[in-house]
DNA sequence: CCGATACCTCAACTTCGCTCGAAGTAGAGC
DNA sequence: GCTCTACTTCGAGCGAAGTTGAGGTATCGG
């Protein structure tokens, strides 16, 4: 390589130290097909910098509580070939806006209420909307708990169960 | 059983009906030390009607993306014995608000900034705390990801990474 | 008193998101 | 050219949060 012309492409090693995930996550990823790469003649994957950006995408999705299929799906939408352009980026993170406004929404709603909620009865739900994932966000908010659809925690108020004092 | 005096506890069924989960669950909750029954002569499970809203309370909690562990240690909290009056479900409770408030304020953030923030290469990270899940919060955020400790998605800016255009 | 339905235990299996180890190969520095 | 480290694949295992099924027992309504 000339001088001045540094390698643009990333190691497995080099990308997992600079976006903090480790190789065996990057190899997991890939296979998953979320992320994607070359291979060198002796059979190495070699990443383009754009990668790392993906990489911090799929971190900050996750973080969100969704799961790997959907950032995969919503990271189909960006151009195959060329490299993204801020605009390509802001079309798939319009994707989970309406997760996190849902997700703000009920948060807030939480905190507002929760304490007051679960000792004065409310919190055996019903129309309290607390606990309530019956919309699509709670369902797929938190985490890898796929909870089966089906009315979780739905109907539970109970006239009977008048807490004491 | 004398007419007027109407069975004050539930069976497993009950229990599963009123509170949208599954009675696999409710018996894996009880292994887990979440929740407990007395048995029938015949080894079958009652549960007192509080019980409906300590189910409720897990839920809500692991909707917030608090593993069971977490939500068992809280719910130890509560006196054993006695009925847990409101303030108890209070000073329970209470112990989410910290994560709830953290946990507002960083999705807030992310809605603010997700869509410039990708393109532009600051969600190459490092100062932008959006996907940053060094804080105890994000961690125990969503779901049973315990992303293993250390610096997930940090470090990761790069100024060889600029989007064309 | 009988039968239907709901309950019991226990072990095995499932999904998600990885990690670990073994056995072997590539590539960079001296 | 040699060595050392970083890489490769593959299969197994893990932890969370349950579900499923087999084989057996209670309890309730008629």
């Known amino acids: 390589m000339t001088p001045g012309t540094i390698s643009r492409e990333l190691t497995i090693g080099q990308l997992a130290e600079r976006s903090g995930v ?8 890939e296979e998953s097909g979320l992320i994607d790469s070359r291979r060198t003649g002796g059979n190495q994957r070699r990443y383009r910098r754009e990668t790392l950006r993906r990489v911090a995408f799929i971190r900050v999705s996750q973080n ?3 799961p790997l299929a959907e950032i995969r799906d919503a990271l189909s939408l960006l151009p195959n070939g060329r490299t ?8 798939v993170s319009e994707r989970w806006r309406g997760d996190l406004d849902a997700r703000i929404h009920q948060l807030t709603q939480l905190r507002d209420h ?8 409310c919190l055996s739900l019903r129309d309290c909307a607390l606990a309530n994932p019956d919309d699509a966000l709670a369902a797929k908010g938190p985490g890898a708990r796929r909870l089966t659809g089906e ?11 008048e807490p004491p004092k």
Chains 1, 2 share one sequence.
């Open 22 to 29: 480790a190789p065996s996550a990057l190899r997991f990823y």
């Open 64 to 66: 969100l509580g969704i």
């Open 84 to 91: 993204p352009t801020p605009e390509d980026w802001a079309a």
């Open 114 to 121: 929760l304490s007051g909620c679960i000792g004065c009865g």
């Open 151 to 161: 009315g979780a925690a739905g109907r539970a108020r109970d006239p009977e169960d």
